[in-house]
């Protein structure tokens, strides 16, 4: 079974929901594709740019590079059979499943069945 990862979701965290909402949305004109509390995904072409709530300290909390798997479970396993060493747990929410983990310099990164 061949895994192919694509970059789907870079997710900005942000103590500005609305302010930033406004900037991506009205400013940008990006298309708002999903909304929930503390949540606003907006489509970007070949990537998606979420508003995730929650403090924002760069430096300390970076944008997160999501990647895009059906199975998670699936891809981290093929990962780990690869030598990936930083991926937690699969956890779900029920609507969706996703891992998180860094990349050797300690980006944050994630895999997600989230569309």
Not at 2 to 28: D, P, Q, S
Not at 42 to 59: E, F, K, M, N, V
Not at 88 to 114: A, E, H
Request: aromatic share 8%.
């Amino acid at each position: 079974m061949t895994i192919r990862f694509e970059v789907r979701r870079i997710i900005v965290f942000t103590a500005n929901m609305e302010v930033m909402a406004e900037f991506y949305g009205r400013a940008l004109g990006l298309a708002l594709r999903h909304s929930e509390e503390g949540w606003r995904d907006y489509d970007a072409g070949a990537c998606r740019i979420a508003l995730h709530q929650g403090p924002s300290t760069p430096g300390k909390r970076p944008p997160k590079l999501v990647f895009y798997a059906k199975d998670v479970s699936a891809a981290r396993a093929a990962l780990m059979r690869r030598g990936v060493k930083t991926l937690g747990k699969v956890k779900s929410t029920g609507t969706f499943d996703m891992c998180d983990g860094t990349d050797p310099d300690g980006n944050r990164i994630q895999i997600s069945s989230r569309e």
